[in-house]
């Protein structure tokens, strides 16, 4: 069951705390488990997320520490891997070994160790400034912390009692030169005081081919400093680099009260400065044009957020924390997306969206293109527990992100009534307003208003309702001691909030609506009209179409009647054709043969006539035939002319029968 935010899941072990500091995170989480720290007693908690139901006991295992920390426990953070826990303030560290059992509702004696103890004790006016576990070893054993000496040290869990390394985070060059002038001796508090205050750092991108990680540390001033840690003692440690060179150069790129720093995992890395006022300068991290092998940075915008729960002299309502203790703004990144990060600060919390982390990647990715950046960040007021200002002392206790796979990402916030409030983490920076019409965006045919307005009509109405202020959830403490003004003040807030950017919005919305379905309702008018037209042209073109079916159909009965003649036709010229026997064809090839032989008749009958002149023309010098002889020839030349004459006219006669 996921808890509900707007009823009270309270936790009954902090509700009798005495503790107030307007630097608390005294929550945090490793897999679904939720551990939290009573900074009066020193004792640790651990519950699961899915126990927080409204209005029952939350099931917890106490940690009791084997050494008790004499300092005051202002944060808390779990180990990359769950398996110990980061317990600090401003005057000492502390690790807690997590057991592995979990009993409900038990008593669990933990080991303790204290981290740099003699080192704190003996520099009482050395604080912790900030403290993160090393996330280049494999086990949970180091630890990085930057003290107000500046200096960046790391520590280790089984060797607590001085650091391993320490690395200085001014320049000894330049201020060393210096004080030789004025005849001073260099020592290591006054090179330290001479540099700025260092106030917080963050861990940036591994660099593979020196083995080593990025981390940049944030001066008071807002200047960036950029250092590398070896990983696990195999790399090599970096020369300081810094301040970064901030481009384009501006006297505004510099706040004075510059508190946290955080460095979103993207390529290329941006960073994210935020200072006491609710200044929030997100800067990318480039190569230097001008200097090569030096890196700047790109200040892509600058934000201002509204603290409620801070006086107009940047000072917290806390009423019950020290005078000296100046509210803080911390950030958190988002685990579930690159391009968001949470502010936290005492009076709430607050959701960044950056949409040109999301171009700059887009950029590095493709070969060419160009890029843009002029695209504002979306910020969102997610939680206020001061809603009246100085007249609620309920401040921040805690706030975390968890990611169940049930239940999905919250933020888990402790205020100071011993409240838990877990709050929804959406996927998107502002989800999108449903319709009432849903259905598919797209449509196949193409409308004539969507060739006038290449916008959507969702699309125009989504534009319409978008909000540019949100009302926080509001969370306060005893209201008893609020005045009626101050009551009336945020109720009058409120309402101009909802009037405006609610119900402003849904009127112009709605007169859209009324407009755009007056257009449709003509259009629905002239598409009836255009419909009866059609409907006239159908029952037309139908009678039209059965006229010429009634047509096609004789066409076809005559087309057939006529395919059945021609078949007769052909049928009858087919049988009329000569069909030759086996005897009819041998005298054919016989008739072939004496056409032939009388062709060589013929030949032969020229050559005897040839001869016959030729012989009656040599006859002359012959001696001359006797008449017997003469008759005789003369028979025998008509004999052969009588069987010539008889085979030709036989011939003549076969040929006339065969054609």
């Not at 979103?264 to 090569?292: F, K, R, Y």
């Not at 010429?548 to 054709?577: A, G, H, N, Y």
Request: aromatic share 6%; proline share 5%.
């Amino acid at each position: 069951m996921a808890p509900s935010t707007r009823q009270p899941i309270l936790f009954p072990v902090l509700e009798d705390i005495e503790f107030c500091s307007c630097k608390a995170d005294l929550v945090a989480q490793h897999d679904g488990e939720v551990y939290v720290c009573n900074p009066d007693n020193s004792h640790c908690y651990i519950f699961y997320h899915r126990d927080l139901e409204p209005n029952k006991p939350i099931q917890a295992q106490e940690l009791m520490l084997s050494q008790i920390p004499s300092f005051t426990i202002s944060k808390i953070a779990v180990s990359p891997k769950g398996q110990k826990l980061l317990l600090w303030g401003d005057h000492g560290i502390a690790v807690v070994d997590i057991p592995r059992r979990r009993r409900a509702n038990g008593v669990t004696t933990c080991r303790c160790t204290l981290i740099g103890a003699r080192f704190f004790q003996g520099h009482s006016k050395i604080t912790a400034s900030d403290v993160k576990w090393h996330p280049g070893y494999a086990e949970d054993t180091h630890i990085v912390a930057l003290t107000s000496d500046n200096i960046l040290r790391v520590y280790s869990t089984e060797e607590p009692a001085c650091a391993v390394s320490s690395y200085p985070l001014f320049n000894t060059d330049s201020i060393i030169p210096y004080l030789h002038c004025l005849n001073v001796s260099a020592g290591p508090s006054l090179l330290s005081a001479q540099a700025g205050n260092m106030v917080s750092f963050t861990f940036g991108p591994f660099v593979e081919e020196e083995q080593a990680v990025t981390v940049f540390v944030l001066e008071e001033n807002s200047d960036v400093f950029a250092l590398t840690l070896p990983l696990d003692n195999r790399g090599s440690v970096g020369e300081l680099k810094g301040p970064l060179k901030v481009l384009p150069p501006d006297n505004e790129n510099y706040e004075l009260d510059a508190c946290s720093i955080l460095c979103l995992q993207s390529n290329p890395p941006v960073l994210v400065i935020a200072t006491l006022s609710g200044t929030l300068q997100h800067l990318a991290l480039l190569q230097d044009s001008e200097v090569e092998e030096e890196e700047c940075l790109y200040l892509l915008e600058t934000v201002e957020i509204e603290l409620p729960g801070l006086t107009e002299e940047g000072e917290s309502t806390c009423t019950q924390s020290s005078d000296e203790e100046v509210s803080t703004v911390s950030l958190l990144p988002d685990p579930t997306s690159r391009d968001r990060y949470f502010v936290r600060h005492n009076t709430g919390i607050h959701s960044v969206f950056l949409p040109a982390v999301q171009r700059l990647e887009h950029f590095v990715k493709a070969e060419d293109g160009e890029l843009n950046l002029e695209c504002e960040c979306v910020a969102e007021h997610m939680l206020c527990v001061q809603p009246v200002g100085a007249g609620d002392p309920t401040c921040l206790f805690g706030s975390t992100i968890i990611l169940d796979p049930m239940l999905g990402a919250n933020l888990l916030v402790l205020i100071s009534n011993a409240e838990f409030i877990s709050l929804p983490i959406r996927s998107v920076h502002r989800e999108e307003i449903p319709l009432l019409s849903g259905g598919d965006k797209t449509s196949h045919c193409a409308s004539p208003m969507k060739q006038v307005h290449s916008q959507l009509f969702s699309q125009k109405l989504q534009g319409i309702l978008a909000r540019n202020v949100s009302n926080p959830l509001l969370r306060c403490g005893n209201s008893s001691g609020m005045s009626q003004k101050a009551l009336l003040e945020l109720l009058m807030k409120s309402t101009q909030v909802f009037r405006e950017e609610y119900i402003a919005k849904q009127s112009k919305a709605r007169g859209e609506l009324l407009h755009h379905m007056t257009l449709l309702q003509e259009q629905q008018s002239q598409h009836k009209s255009e419909s009866a037209e059609l409907q006239h042209t159908v029952s037309e073109l139908a009678e039209e179409g059965e006229k010429l079916s009634d047509r096609s159909s004789r066409i076809s009965k005559r087309q057939q009647l006529l395919r059945q003649r021609v078949s007769t036709v052909m049928r009858e010229v087919q049988q009329l054709l000569p069909d030759l026997s086996t005897a009819e064809i041998a005298f054919k090839d016989e008739m072939n043969s004496m056409s032939r032989s009388l062709k060589s008749l013929q030949q032969d009958a020229e050559q005897l006539h040839q001869k016959l002149k030729f012989q009656t023309k040599t006859a002359k010098n012959l001696p001359t035939l006797s008449e017997e002889q003469q008759d005789r020839v003369r028979a025998i030349l008509k004999e052969n002319d009588n069987q010539i004459n008889t085979l030709v006219s036989k011939i003549k006669t076969a040929n006339a029968q065969y054609l």
